[in-house]
């Protein structure tokens, strides 16, 4: 069974940067598309950034330019380098994979909370102060 566990969240000034990281186990990391989303309070779960088994990445427009994704398979790991962040990016992030072989696309901005097939890990809280 996939199990995701993420790491790095913390608290910043406008400005600074976080580096988040997503273990993946259970499974070899090469076969997942992999991705982070975002939810802050009172809002919808939303996707941030993501990359799929092939390196293509994908982003949302609030982010791009900001934030690059990133995946070592030989470590099993996902990450996210969040640069000049925002209050707005104040949020709970949330690790997701899916299977490859799933079907369906992976672009991360576009792939809705309640997709099928997704897997979660429990979040990491990142808080930016003005």
Not at 58 to 65: E, R
Not at 83 to 94: G, W
């Amino acid at each position: 069974q996939v199990q995701l566990v993420e790491s790095g969240g913390g608290s910043v000034q406008s400005g600074g940067s976080l580096r988040l990281s997503c273990a993946a186990s259970g499974i070899t990391a090469s076969r997942l598309h992999m991705g982070w989303f975002r939810q802050a309070p009172g809002r919808e779960r939303e996707g941030v950034a993501g990359i799929d088994v092939d390196g293509q990445t994908t982003y949302a427009d609030s982010v791009k330019g900001r934030f690059t994704a990133s995946r070592d398979n030989a470590k099993n790991t996902l990450y996210l380098q969040m640069n000049s962040l925002k209050p707005e990016d104040t949020a709970m992030y949330y690790c997701a994979a899916q299977e490859g072989a799933y079907g369906g696309g992976w672009c991360v901005p576009t792939i809705p909370a309640a997709r099928d097939g997704l897997r979660w890990g429990r979040g990491t809280q990142v808080t930016v102060s003005s």
